[in-house]
C-alpha cells in the first residue's frame, strides 16, 4: 500500500512538473520564433530603407554576408526591378537579362513572379526558404530577401538545449520527488503501522479478559442449579473483567478521536490550578489507604487555554500513574507553578525507576514497563499515551525523567495566559 502510494505521489508530481515544463519551454520557444521573425522583418525594412537612401551602400550577396553591416549575421540580398527598360538592380548593381545566364534568369523571374503573385508586402517562399519584403518604386519594385537558415537554425539549437535541459531537469525532479515522496508518505506509513499495531495490542489484551469472561461463564453453565450467591465469586470475575473491557474500549475511542481532530474540543481560559487542586483530592483517601504520602505546590491563578474535562483527566491520568508506580509508603507530589509566560504542571513520585532505555517508548499505546504489575494493577498502557495526546491537543509539552535519586517526574509544559481582568474570560 505504502509503494503504491509513493508510486501515485511521483507519478503525479512529474506528471505536474512535466506539464509546467512542457509550458514553459514553449512559452519560451514561441516567443524566440516570435522575435526572431520581428528581428528579420525589421531588418528587410531597414536595408530597403537605406537602399533607397544610397544604392551603392548595399553589396550582399545570396551565399554570403556583409561584414562591415550590422546585418552581416543575416544572409541577405536585394532586387530592384525596372519595368521601364526591363533591368534588374541586384545588391545595387544592374543588370541586363541577357547579362545573366538562363538559370540565373529563371532564379530572378520565380523569385519576382512568386512575389507577385502573392499580393503581400511580406511573406515567406517554402521552396527556397526565404523571406521577403516588397516596397513599389517608381520604376518597378525593390524586394529584400532574407535566407531562414538564421532563424532556424537558432530555434533547432534552442530545442536541443531545451531536450537537454528537460531531460537534466527531469532527472533531478526525480531524484527530489522519491525523496519528498518517502517524507511525505512516512507520516502515513508511521499511522499505517501504529494502526496495526493497535489492532495486534487490542486484540492481545482484549484476548485475556474474554478467555477469562468465557471460562466463568462455563463454570456457570456447569452448576446451573447452583443459586447466585454460590457461584459469586465467578458473577464478581465476569464483573471485573467486563469492566475492564469498557475501560479498555472508551480510552481506546478516546485515543482515536483525538487522533482524528486533536483541536476540534472547544478551549477556553482556564484555571489549573483550581483542576489541579480538585483533581488531587480524591487521591487523599487513596494516600491514606494504602500509606502512602500525597503532597502538593499549587501556585494561584495560573491560567491556560484549554478543554477543562481534558485537563482534567491529563492530571488525574499523571497522579494515578504516580501512585501506582510508587514504592510502598512512597511520596507523590503534585506541583502546579508560573515561569513567565510557561505553566507548569509536574507530578513527581519517589520509587524504582524507569529504565533509561524505556524512557522514549512509554508514552507509546500498550506499552507496559513491567506487564505483571501494570495487570494487577488494571492498567492497559494507555494512560500515558491518553496524556501525551491531550498535551498535543492543548500545544503543551510533556517529558519525563527518572532515576533512583530523584525518582521519576513527569513534566507537562502549557502557554500561560494572563487575564486582566479575572471576571472577564476571553
Not at 551602400?57 to 530592384?80: A, G, V
Not at 526525480?174 to 499511522?191: D, F, M, N, R, T
Not at 482484549?206 to 442449579?225: G, R, Y
Not at 494487577?376 to 509539552?397: P, Q, V
Amino acid at each position: 500500500m505504502i509503494r503504491k502510494l509513493r508510486a501515485k505521489f511521483i507519478l503525479t508530481n512529474m506528471l505536474l512538473i512535466s506539464m509546467v515544463l512542457i509550458a514553459a519551454l514553449v512559452f519560451v520557444y514561441c516567443s524566440t520564433e516570435k522575435n526572431l521573425e520581428k528581428e528579420s522583418i525589421s531588418a528587410m525594412k531597414d536595408i530597403s530603407a537605406r537602399t533607397a537612401e544610397d544604392q551603392s551602400f548595399f553589396f550582399f550577396s545570396p551565399d554570403r554576408t556583409n561584414k562591415n553591416d550590422r546585418y552581416s549575421y543575416l544572409k541577405t540580398f536585394t532586387i530592384e526591378t525596372n519595368e521601364v527598360n526591363m533591368t534588374y538592380r541586384i545588391n545595387g548593381n544592374v543588370y541586363d537579362p541577357s547579362d545573366l545566364s538562363d538559370e540565373d534568369n529563371d532564379y530572378i523571374n520565380k523569385l519576382i513572379d512568386t512575389v507577385h503573385k502573392s499580393r503581400t508586402d511580406l511573406g515567406i517562399i517554402e521552396e527556397y526558404n526565404l523571406r521577403y519584403y516588397s516596397v513599389s518604386t517608381v520604376l518597378g519594385s525593390r524586394i529584400v530577401f532574407l535566407d531562414k537558415d538564421y532563424e532556424d537554425n537558432n530555434l533547432k539549437q534552442l530545442l536541443l538545449n531545451f531536450l537537454i535541459v528537460g531531460l537534466c531537469a527531469l532527472t533531478a525532479f526525480l531524484v527530489i520527488s522519491i525523496i519528498i515522496s518517502k517524507i511525505a508518505v512516512s507520516p502515513v506509513e508511521k499511522s499505517l503501522n501504529q494502526q496495526i499495531q493497535l489492532v495486534a495490542d487490542a486484540s492481545h489484551e482484549l484476548k485475556t479478559p474474554i478467555t477469562v469472561i468465557s471460562a466463568n461463564a462455563d463454570i456457570l453453565l456447569s452448576n446451573k442449579d447452583s443459586t447466585i450467591k454460590e457461584q459469586l465469586k465467578w458473577v464478581e470475575y465476569i464483573k471485573t473483567e467486563s469492566s475492564r473491557m469498557t475501560e479498555l474500549v472508551n480510552n481506546l475511542l478516546f485515543l482515536a478521536k483525538t487522533d482524528e481532530r486533536k483541536k476540534a474540543e472547544s478551549q477556553s481560559i482556564i484555571n489549573l490550578s483550581d483542576i489541579a487542586t480538585s483533581c488531587i483530592l480524591p487521591f487523599e483517601s487513596i494516600s491514606f489507604e494504602k500509606g502512602k504520602t500525597l503532597e502538593s505546590s499549587i501556585m494561584p491563578e495560573v491560567y491556560i487555554k484549554g478543554n477543562e474535562n481534558s485537563v482534567k483527566q491529563l492530571v488525574i491520568i499523571l497522579t494515578d500513574n504516580a501512585f501506582k508506580y510508587s514504592n510502598d509508603n512512597g511520596v507523590i507530589k503534585v506541583t502546579v507553578f508560573a515561569d513567565q509566560d510557561k505553566a507548569v504542571l509536574s507530578v513527581w513520585n519517589t520509587g524504582t525507576p524507569i529504565p533509561p532505555d524505556q524512557l522514549s517508548h512509554i508514552f507509546k499505546r500498550f506499552y507496559r514497563i513491567d506487564k505483571s504489575r501494570s495487570r494487577t494493577e488494571g492498567g492497559y498502557g494507555l494512560g500515558l499515551s491518553i496524556a501525551s495526546s491531550i498535551a498535543d491537543s492543548h500545544g503543551a509539552k510533556i517529558t519525563v525523567q527518572s532515576s533512583d535519586e530523584k525518582g521519576t517526574l513527569f513534566t507537562c509544559v502549557f502557554k500561560r495566559q494572563r487575564l486582566i481582568n479575572k471576571a472577564s474570560e476571553i
